[in-house]
């Protein structure tokens, strides 16, 4: 198994741009999950979906849309980038059911000039 | 107030000694992982407790549901232990189950 995994790892954007940071499992995992991690605070949820379908608000969720068309990607839009979202972003995977581990795609690195 | 905290933010060691990362919370949790990230890397899990102990290598986690406090240890420290130490609990929150994660403890251990 890949486990998690994301693209690109890196990128620089112009204010004003768009972009999309893919995620894939291939755990068959239900629930899929979005964070930024920004210095001194902790990783805060963007995004979320238990299902193909299905998506919801994290904590952080304006300026970023979702879609869950399938079990396995879980792609995040920026609609137009700010240096406000500069930040490193962690996409992760879990099962729904039971006393499930949590796994952690290796992040994306963005940076909004 | 964060609803976990951790304690301390910064804990600089030398190899060989016995560390203790601490976790307080004040939610309701089904369960609490405890994460490793190493500088520039992904985040791994080294944990998920529901209750008790668990112990992997030199590596312990205990939870104490009761004080709402979780603890990690590391014996035998080694500078390849130096991460950050990540807390996060599950908590049911709009619906559905969310990860809420405290601020890290920065370790660095000397050789």
């Known amino acids: 198994n890949a486990g998690v995994t994301q693209t690109p790892k890196f990128q620089v954007l112009k204010t004003g741009q768009s972009m999309t940071l893919q995620c894939a499992q291939d755990m068959n995992h239900e629930y899929m999950s979005w964070y930024r991690q920004d210095p001194g605070m902790g990783l805060r949820l963007i995004h979320y979906s238990v299902g193909a379908g299905i998506t919801d608000q994290g904590e952080v969720p304006n300026g970023y849309n979702v879609s869950r068309s399938t079990t396995e990607d879980f792609p995040l839009r920026l609609l137009s980038a700010a240096p406000s979202q500069t930040s490193v972003y962690f996409c992760a995977s879990r099962s729904w059911t039971g006393e499930s581990e949590q796994y952690f795609g290796p992040g994306t690195r963005l940076t909004v000039t | 107030k964060n609803e976990v905290e951790q304690s301390p933010q910064n804990l600089t060691a030398q190899e060989g000694e016995f560390i203790t990362i601490n976790c307080s919370y004040s939610?309701?949790?089904?369960?609490l992982h405890w994460l490793q990230q190493h500088p520039g890397g992904g985040i791994v899990s080294l944990f998920m407790l529901s209750s008790g102990k668990k112990k992997h290598g030199r590596l312990i986690a205990t939870i104490n549901i009761q004080e709402k406090h979780s603890s990690l240890h590391i014996t035998a420290s080694h500078p390849r232990d130096s991460a950050v130490y990540i807390c996060?609990?599950?908590?049911?929150?709009?619906?559905?189950?969310?990860?809420?994660f405290g601020k890290g403890t920065k370790l660095t251990v000397n050789p």
């Open positions: 939610v309701g949790i089904s369960a």
């Open positions: 996060a609990v599950r908590s049911w929150r709009g619906g559905s189950e969310k990860l809420v």
